[in-house]
């Protein structure tokens, strides 16, 4: 019964009758499977009257610990805090937990702070809002123009790369997505699902995220992949050192004496119509590093790498090799690295230039080998960094200070 109700029990609603078993009330919305599920373990008798429902609830516990088989403890919890263990063999049951014990919803914050009965905007001048928004990426495109380190691919090892960065205030990072949405295929688990299964020990990174999950044994699920795009943008982008450059697409690589040190852009709508206009030239970022988070090959996927072949820095692309879970994700963090000078290679685009295995829907080497290529691209400017042992990950260092938005999130050495 352990293995086969996986259908938290206090979600139904139960009726306890004179007879000591339970009613399941046919007006409740769960599913057929999970009707039949319980149904197999607790008889199943017509709904009873209310004054016998009464008399029966005194004795509801022991009757239901006495019709249940035991269901053992899995240690289910939500950002790592795991529900009490039972000194017995069996547990209580316990309401599943929606929400990380830090959150709490308030009834009193629930009004806005204006009256919406009668709501209006204060004036503006159409041409301030273009100027407003032309200036400022005008200031961005200048001031990354030449820049520390470009990311290209905003997806989930490009951003968790990104955000490693960004902590090192003094480390200019700017992200080329070519999507008009950032976060690649991490807004989603497989097969277009929900969930996001991330293996331990890479929780931990969600856990300085901030991020909540469902633990397993050595696994967690986030409820929603897109609770992990958008918890790790909103942290990354309210940056000061950061800019994500989305809709531009990085068409070809900056190559200087055997380096590469920068990227060649434009519009992606550009880029993708270059055969339907004519000549239409591109722009420039320089960098002293460039991480190349393109993904696995695709339309739009492993563009680096094949970049690299193509103009003989690279021998050849094998493409990844058929699907192997446990194999994958320990191949990708190991083999993230600096491929040629001035570029690193980090997540499913590592699967494409060396051969290894594709690792389906888990996230967890995405996140992992994110950090490491943030941490290989320190360590090629010179900076403090984990690859060799100057920086320890999750340490405070003077040097890498959490760079926020908020005035008040700051350090000194």
């Known amino acids: 019964m352990a293995d086969r109700l996986k259908y938290p029990i206090s979600r139904f609603f139960l009726r306890a009758c004179t007879s000591g078993a339970l009613y399941l009330s046919p007006a409740h919305p769960f599913d057929s499977k999970a009707r039949a599920l319980f149904s197999s373990a607790v008889p199943s008798v017509p709904e009873p009257s209310k004054s016998s429902t ?28 795991p529900f009490p263990s039972s000194s017995s063999s069996s547990v209580r049951l316990l309401p599943v937990k929606a929400t990380p014990s830090h959150l709490s919803i308030s009834a009193s914050g629930a009004s806005p702070k204006y009256d919406i009965n009668s709501f209006t905007f204060d004036p503006i001048k159409e041409s301030i809002v273009s100027r407003e928004m032309t200036r400022r990426y005008m200031m961005d495109m200048i001031t990354y ?193 600096e ?22 829907p888990t996230f967890g080497a995405m996140m992992i080998s994110g950090q490491k290529a943030a941490h290989l691209a320190l360590k090629a400017l010179g900076m403090a960094n984990a690859i060799d042992g100057t920086y320890a990950l999750g340490s405070v260092h003077p040097e890498l200070v959490l760079a926020s938005a908020e005035p008040t999130d700051t350090a000194s050495a």
């Not at 609830?57 to 249940?68: D, E, G, I, V």
């Not at 690649?184 to 299964?197: C, D, I, N, P």
């Open 339 to 360: 491929v040629v000078p001035g570029m690193i290679v980090t997540g499913m685009e590592v699967a494409e230039i060396d051969g290894a295995p594709r690792m389906g």
């Open 145 to 337: 123009a030449d820049t520390d380190v470009v990311v290209v691919g905003a997806g989930s090892a490009g951003l968790s790369c990104a955000y490693e960065l960004s902590k090192n205030p003094n480390v200019r990072v700017a992200i080329v997505e070519q999507s008009v949405s950032p976060g690649g295929g991490a807004w989603l688990g497989g097969q277009l699902f929900s969930a996001m299964v991330v293996r331990k020990p890479a929780h931990l990174f969600l856990d300085e995220l901030g991020v909540p999950y469902d633990e397993q044994d050595n696994y967690v699920v986030i409820k929603h992949a897109a609770l992990f795009t958008s918890t790790i943008m909103s942290k990354l982008l309210a940056r000061p050192n950061v800019k994500l450059f989305n809709a531009v697409a990085a068409e070809d690589l900056i190559v200087k004496g055997g380096r590469v040190a920068g990227v060649v852009t434009n519009w992606a709508l550009v880029s993708m119509n270059h055969d339907t206009q004519s000549c239409m030239d591109p722009n420039v970022m320089e960098a002293k590093v460039v991480v190349s988070s393109c993904g696995h090959d695709g339309p739009f996927g492993a563009t680096g790498v094949k970049r690299l072949k193509d103009i003989k820095m690279i021998d050849e692309v094998p493409g990844m090799k058929a699907l192997d879970m446990n194999a994958a994700e320990d191949a990708i963090v190991r083999l993230t690295r």
């Open 54 to 81: 009464m008399a029966a609830m005194a004795t509801f516990t022991s009757s239901l610990s006495s019709k249940l088989p035991t269901i053992q403890d899995h240690s289910s919890s939500f950002h790592g805090i």
